[in-house]
């Protein structure tokens, strides 16, 4: 099998760029020059093929190499061969593949790994995707890792993933080749299209890693599950499990901390301890204030605030001019106002002729925050149901 005609163009083209010149002795470099002073900063080289596949990859995908080749690449050189029954049957072989096989359709949770075998100028690296449902019977491929080793991997990696169809897979198993993907499932490898040609060791070890990336994936969610997304981040980042914390316990007889290292909040020697949900103390339902009225009525002072009402009596009683019946003779509910209290204030030195002639405990309800309210009245009528929302028989008949 040839090579694909689009790589064979460019790297025709590369060469043409020196008439006359012998492929085999061309060599490419890039160079970047500091403006005014001409300084060479970074530099680039490599062989017309290198730098061929390299824009062949950016515009069209990793060139497909023929013990590698996808079912479309087998229906493209079908077609260029003009032979429409081989063309078919490239197709139609690797649907009916698909959609026969016991593990499909794909499931919320599903890994798919694609390995991509090494070129003359590109290594070997792989990709791993993650199946999820995106309801309506839609799922989704997401990228979770790859081993791409360059130093700019946009371009190169995550040009798989789907956001929503009804089969995610189905592009990538015609486009990819069933024989590059490995598919997970619960831990258990239910496609291993890499068998097809791989010796026994290379799949026992391709076996082994897609195990070793299940349980990573299965620690990430557990630590995502108990709230602690910058474990579940490392553990995705490392090829082992976690090690445990290993701070020594409070006393010679507790065990070390067994928490992942790295972990937040108390030690605990155990490994699956989760941290309490924090929760704000509720508002209470009244709140008591202890006010004040000078002799001669310049000014009303607050001198505090209590939750408790015993609290608030015991700092009025402090003044000389608190007494109980005062709180009744002087404080009352505001008319047509409910929840609002009026504080009367008594004649300049009416009480006393001096220093404080009156002090209260004025009780007031804690209201709700009249924003909240508008807030939720806002989504109330954004998600009400209105006449187009009930079926015809519930209608007036006059509408």
């Not at 590109?122 to 990709?127: A, M, N, S, T």
């Amino acid at each position: 099998m040839r090579r694909d005609v689009r790589l064979e163009i460019i790297t025709e083209a590369i060469h043409r760029l020196i008439p006359g010149a012998t492929p085999a002795f061309l060599t490419v470099e890039v160079t970047e020059t500091l403006p005014g002073t001409g300084e060479k900063k970074n530099t680039w080289s490599g062989r017309p093929a290198g730098l061929a596949e390299h824009i062949f990859t950016r515009l069209y995908g990793r060139p497909r190499s023929p013990r590698w080749a996808s079912p479309l690449q087998q229906a493209e050189d079908a077609k260029r061969r003009r032979d429409l029954v081989g063309e078919l049957d490239a197709l139609t072989s690797a649907g009916t593949e698909l959609e026969s096989a016991p593990w499909y359709p794909v499931r919320s949770g599903d890994l798919v790994h694609v390995h991509y075998e090494a070129t003359p100028t590109l290594p070997v690296f792989g990709e791993t995707y993650v199946i999820g449902d995106v309801g309506g019977g839609l799922k989704s491929m997401q990228l979770v890792g790859h081993t791409w080793q360059g130093e700019e991997p946009d371009g190169m990696v995550g040009g798989c993933a789907v956001d929503a169809a009804d089969d995610p897979l189905y592009e990538l198993w015609f486009e990819a080749g069933p024989q590059r993907l490995t598919i997970v499932r619960d831990g258990l490898v239910v496609h291993h299209g890499a068998s097809r040609n791989l010796s026994g060791a290379v799949v026992a070890g391709t076996l082994t890693a897609a195990r070793a990336l299940a349980s990573a994936v299965r620690e990430a969610k557990r630590y995502l599950e108990r709230g602690e997304p910058e474990l579940a981040l490392a553990r995705l980042r490392s090829d082992k499990p976690l090690p445990p914390c290993g701070v020594p316990g409070p006393m010679p007889e507790h065990a070390d901390c067994a928490r992942p290292r790295g972990h937040h909040g108390a030690h605990s020697p155990d490994a699956d301890y989760t941290e309490p949900p924090h929760k704000c103390p509720a508002l209470p339902e009244q709140l008591h204030a202890v006010v004040t009225v000078g002799a001669k009525v310049n000014d009303v002072h607050f001198a505090g605030l209590y939750e408790d009402l015993d609290a608030a009596v015991d700092h009025a009683s402090g003044f000389t001019g608190y007494r109980d019946s005062l709180d009744e003779r002087y404080v009352g509910p505001a008319p047509g106002a409910p929840g609002e209290m009026v504080l009367k204030l008594p004649q300049e030195n009416e009480l006393a002729a001096f220093g404080v002639q009156l002090a209260v405990v004025v009780t007031l309800p804690v209201l709700p925050d009249p924003r909240a309210e508008d807030e939720w009245a806002a989504e109330g009528m954004a998600t009400a149901l209105g006449p187009e929302d009930y079926a015809d028989d519930f209608r007036d008949v006059d509408e």
